[in-house]
């Protein structure tokens, strides 16, 4: 108990409502500081802006999501059945978790985006010659038509973005992310 009778963590309690009634009460900063949080100094702290896998992950989704715009309303597919037929169009007769392998895509995901087009008649499913147990997938004929007209506003979409390098910068980017893709396959998080 606490010189007043109260137990100590009424105590404790009452000195924080105290404190944030301070602070409350302080004039607000108007630095750009203030204006965002930022975590207490015990923590370690992580700069999200200048952390590679972060910054890669971020330029993804970007570039994805832009460019899925024009098939998503003109083909009515997202980000992830056009990456199954794009994969497809160039590799025929994969497993579904082949194009997941190849994607780096979850296996779930790959697996509904595969019923969406299998439905849509934009895939056909077969047995594989060697192996009957063994199912592959290849594009329909509707399946290519979509991919024909993709392929073209991809590469646009490509060379747009690309733009701003010149071709010692694009051969640079290029190694740099063979590099790097080429590194993932020996790391793990638990290499840290």
């Known amino acids: 108990m ?9 105590a404790r309690l009452s000195a924080a409502r105290s404190s944030a009634a301070r602070q409350k009460a302080a004039p607000a900063e108007t630095s750009p500081q203030s204006a965002r949080h930022v975590a207490p100094s015990e923590h370690r702290a992580l700069d999200l802006e200048r952390f590679l896998p972060y910054r890669l992950s971020v330029l993804s989704n970007r570039v994805s999501q832009s460019i899925a715009q024009g098939y998503a309303e003109r083909f009515g597919i997202g980000i992830t059945e056009w990456r199954v037929i794009a994969v ?10 082949e194009v997941a392998e190849r994607t780096a895509m979850d296996k779930v995901a790959v697996s509904r985006a595969v019923a969406r087009l299998l439905e849509r008649g934009l895939l056909q499913r077969d047995t594989h010659g060697d192996d009957r147990r063994r199912s592959v997938l290849a594009l329909s004929e509707a399946g ?25 910068e694009r051969a640079m980017l290029d190694g740099l992310l063979t590099k790097l893709a080429a590194a993932t396959k020996t790391l793990s998080a638990d290499d840290a």
């Open 88 to 97: 497809l169009g160039r590799d025929t007769e994969l497993s579904a978790n």
């Open 144 to 168: 290519y038509a979509v991919y024909d007209e993709v392929v073209p506003v991809a590469r646009a979409y490509e060379q747009r973005l690309l733009a701003p390098l010149d071709d010692a």
């Open 2 to 10: 606490s010189a007043r009778g109260s137990h100590p963590s009424t």
